[in-house]
């Protein structure tokens, strides 16, 4: 392995097609930020998009808005607009709640179309909220069995009405072939349902092409919606007729101002609306938008596995004791690289004082997530250095790292 200066990242990044959008960004100065695959930097025009929503639509207009702003439309036009970044169609993808509530309200739209079969094939390594939520699901709809993956071969049988997995890892950032998984779930009659949270802005998606039947993904990771922004949830066209809202509010109703006695389904993926969308939220989320409108994911998919790439190779060198969580092939991998260490939650911590921001998570998972609109090769070189100079010196036995905080 050639070893690689600083020189010759600053020269990477002249080179970058993707420069100017750090730009875009407002980021702490003196901070290396290798979290964004858990929160994503603030978009800079963000503010002024929300202030608007407040000042104009909300104070200005009050309740026209509904009318005027586009408000009541927000779950479709921000849904359609995410469409594009995860290979959807227009009208297949619906944003609002929370990621969690999609797995809900998806797993149980799934399971009747499978009538008959009982089991529900889940991931023990999966987010534990996806597994939680496949917890309630199965409570609330009776009789359903909850089969742990292991190996996809044989986890699939005959009962299988669903499977929920992760596009990519949350704590190795191991990334799973959407085309194959789905055929192989499909071969066995059930339906496929993918979590996109640490894909969508990282990763390149086609769901329409792997033929996939429902995803769900959230929006304050890679794509910077900001803090508890919507999520959103996938309905393959195919199944729209059929899927039904368990949670059918009045959002969803096929005539939602009739005020009926009784719930009537809307067409399409608006029935999978549910109540009033939070609109300051989803105008945050549409200022990030305005970015991603103009990105090219094929690029951000080359300099992601670049960025990876240096990383890997700069800790094989300073530090190659290090064990490395991610796959080393990057056609393996998201935009996340993971080390495992005995002491990664001190280790982090010393890291955080000295400016390079990555997370921890149990049992000894060092995470650092390279969001490529905004970083540099250069933040990467830095991120290594200071890695390799606080496991050098041993800086994170200080008392200080120690103690845990209520967010790790
Ligand atoms: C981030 C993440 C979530 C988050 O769920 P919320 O409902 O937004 O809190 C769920 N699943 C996975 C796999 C995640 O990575």
Not at 14 to 20: F, I, K, N, V
Not at 192 to 198: F, S
Not at 276 to 287: E, F, G, M, R, W
């Amino acid at each position: 392995m050639v070893a690689i200066s600083r020189a010759d990242c600053y020269a990477l990044d002249t080179e970058d097609p993707l420069r100017d959008l750090r730009d875009e960004f407002s980021l702490p100065s003196g901070t290396t930020y290798l979290l964004g695959n858990s929160l994503g930097a603030l978009p800079r025009r963000t503010a002024a998009k929300v202030a608007h929503t407040v000042e104009t639509e909300w104070g200005r207009d009050l309740g026209a808005s509904w009318n005027t702003a586009g408000w009541w439309d927000l779950p479709q036009s921000t849904g359609d607009r995410l469409a594009p970044l995860i290979g959807a169609g227009p009208g297949e993808v619906l944003a609002g709640d929370s990621t969690s509530t999609n797995i809900f309200k998806v797993m149980a739209a799934a399971l009747p179309l499978r009538p008959g079969r009982r089991v529900i094939v889940s991931d023990l390594e999966n987010f534990p909220t996806d597994r939680y939520v496949v917890e309630g699901v199965a409570k609330a709809l009776g009789a359903y069995e909850i089969r742990d993956i292991g190996s996809l071969d044989e986890a699939l049988d005959d009962d299988v009405a669903a499977v929920l997995l992760s596009h990519v890892d949350y704590r190795t950032g191991a990334l799973r072939d959407m085309d194959a998984v789905t055929a192989q779930v499909h071969a066995a009659g059930a339906i496929m349902i993918w979590d996109l949270c640490h894909s969508a802005g990282a990763v390149t998606v086609d769901l329409r092409a792997a033929d996939v039947d429902f995803a769900i993904g959230c929006t304050y990771k890679y794509l910077n919606g900001g803090p508890g922004a919507p999520a959103y949830l996938y309905v393959a066209d195919r199944h729209q007729d059929a899927a039904h809202n368990v949670i059918s509010g009045w959002h969803g109703h096929a005539a939602p101002f009739a005020f009926e006695p009784n719930y009537r389904p809307a067409d399409g993926v608006r029935r999978f609306a549910t109540g009033s969308p939070p609109v300051l939220a989803y105008s945050a989320l549409n200022a990030s938008l305005d970015i991603w409108d103009t990105v090219d994911m094929a690029q951000v998919r080359a300099k992601s596995v670049a960025l990876t790439t240096l990383f890997i190779d700069l800790v094989d060198e300073l530090r190659p004791d290090l064990v490395l969580a991610t796959p080393r092939d990057p056609a393996q991998r998201g935009s996340q690289v993971s080390y495992r260490h005995a002491d990664g939650y001190p280790v982090i911590r010393a890291l955080i004082d000295r400016g390079v921001v990555g997370d921890y998570r149990e049992p000894d998972i060092m995470r650092f997530g390279f969001a490529p609109l905004y970083l540099r090769y250069v933040d990467v070189y830095d991120a290594a250095a200071t890695l390799a100079e606080v496991l050098d010196k041993e800086l994170w036995r200080d008392e200080r790292y120690q103690q845990r905080l209520a967010v790790t």
